[in-house]
């Protein structure tokens, strides 16, 4: 008489048992997590922590943000409800793909780490963007001088063209002279003047308004320490300044946080880059988020840099001049970043605010007539100090 013994899981009750308790718990922690975070994260904790955006106006990303904490709510729910037991009785009866699921999951990080560190160390460097930047030791990068190129934006073809000292220029045969009298601009693409003709570019405007020379040596992508780094290595070489005018805008105010290139410190020390994951730096552009302290410290050194800038114009004899340009309604966040940053200082500074109707269309720069007003504004500021001070 021969006897079969089959197997069964309740020949081993205990481990069987085990693995569903653990795997049990393990996504009842998950979710209670989810659920707990989503209770945390009050719209308050966002303003601390998420800075605004010069891309998305306040009511979307505040909506975003909302969305994402019912997101997290029903994820926990989820996990707690419906994937917990089926997840337990699979570890328990198939613990093998659960174990695979892991594993690739875990190779799938790194892989996409190795992906991405194939790409450039900076996206303000790509090869082809016009107009063309170069690596730069002290600043990160600047534009290539000496050259003429040309970008389509908003149906528009529009020309940049660098003198030898990398300042826009309308002509490369028409460089900045430093021997004359001249306005300095510094800033990021809006004071660049992407998307518009050089006539339409800011300093170009202020310039023809108070008939004087303008220099503009705002870089695509600067943040504001990248800004008084390039005056104070440009300003020397000018016998006559006249002003020097500093573009900041609090919707921008996460990218003087950026540790990822040259960057300045409390104090005015000059730091080297921060070698980031490239998955850190993904996550980090898909989820800015800031730690207080890291917020905290962005805001005095950026009121730091800019009283900076402001000694480098009055040391000169030059006038300092801050141009706040606010695309949008200016919503609490960003009054109190301005607030704290430019009148707790008691800097100079021209506000230029607008609703709609501001920007190139399909781009998210301002356009010629807005140029125009901001380009207004600083002229009446500037005359109006020039008369002050008679």
Known sequence: MTVRVFPSRHRAPSSWSRRRAITEGLVALIGIGLILLAIVLTQSWFDRHLLPSFYLMRRWYVFLESSSRVVLALAGVFLLL????????LAADRPSPVIAAAVAAILAIGAGQLVLSWRRPSTWLLASVEPLRRPDPRLGWTFVPAREGHKTVGRRTITFAFDTAGYRVRSVNE????????????????MAGEGLHWDETIPAQVG??????????????????????????????????????????????GRNLDDNRPHLGPGLIWLPPVRHTRLMSLATLIVPFRRETTVERGIAVTSEVLRAAAALASARGATPLIVVPQFNREDDVERTLRRRILDDAGLAYVFVEFDDGWRIPGDLHPNAATARRIATAIADRLRTTSTSGR
């Open 175 to 190: 460089p900045v002279d430093p021997a004359r009298p001249t306005i300095l601009f510094a800033g990021e693409s809006v």
């Open 208 to 253: 023809a308004l108070m008939n004087v020379q303008s220099a503009n040596l705002a870089v695509h992508g600067f943040a504001t320490d990248q800004s008084y780094l390039r005056i104070e290595s440009e300003l020397p070489r000018f016998q006559r300044p006249l002003a020097v005018v500093t573009l900041f805008m609090p919707a921008l105010l």
């Open 82 to 89: 419906v994937a917990r037991p089926r997840l337990g009785r």
